[in-house]
């Protein structure tokens, strides 16, 4: 599993929903992208930042835009802002296949 911040430039649609950064865990880049379409849909703002594996260890809340805590990070899904709190993954989107 991978682990990424994700940056959006939402000037041209917000607020319609896409929070401007979101951290997401999943398979590769192309996977956390799927989950972000599935969780926050069409259209995709462009992308303006990719980190990749980011260090969580000094975390603070306030420290990224909507300064929210996090979701559970070694989970596949979306934990900034915090949308698996819950689970890893809404059901509908479990993969069949072992990880």
């Keep these: 599993m991978n682990r990424y911040w994700l940056h959006f430039d939402i000037s041209a649609i917000y607020p319609r929903g896409w929070?401007?950064?979101?951290g997401?865990?999943?398979?590769?880049l192309d996977d956390c992208?799927?989950?972000?379409?599935?969780?926050?849909?069409?259209?995709?703002?462009?992308?303006?930042k990719v980190v990749e594996n980011p260090d969580l260890t000094?975390?603070?809340?306030?420290?990224?835009p909507l300064g929210l805590s996090l979701?559970?990070?070694v989970w596949r899904g979306i934990?900034?802002?915090p949308e698996n709190i819950r689970g890893s993954e809404p059901p509908?989107?479990?993969r069949s296949h072992p990880h």
């Design 79 to 81: 934990w900034y802002p």
């Design 92 to 94: 509908e989107r479990q």
């Design 19 to 22: 929070p401007p950064v979101i």
């Design 71 to 73: 979701g559970v990070s």
């Design 33 to 48: 992208l799927e989950l972000v379409r599935y969780w926050y849909g069409p259209p995709a703002p462009p992308m303006t």
């Design 58 to 64: 000094d975390f603070r809340p306030g420290t990224v």
């Design 24 to 28: 997401v865990t999943g398979q590769d």
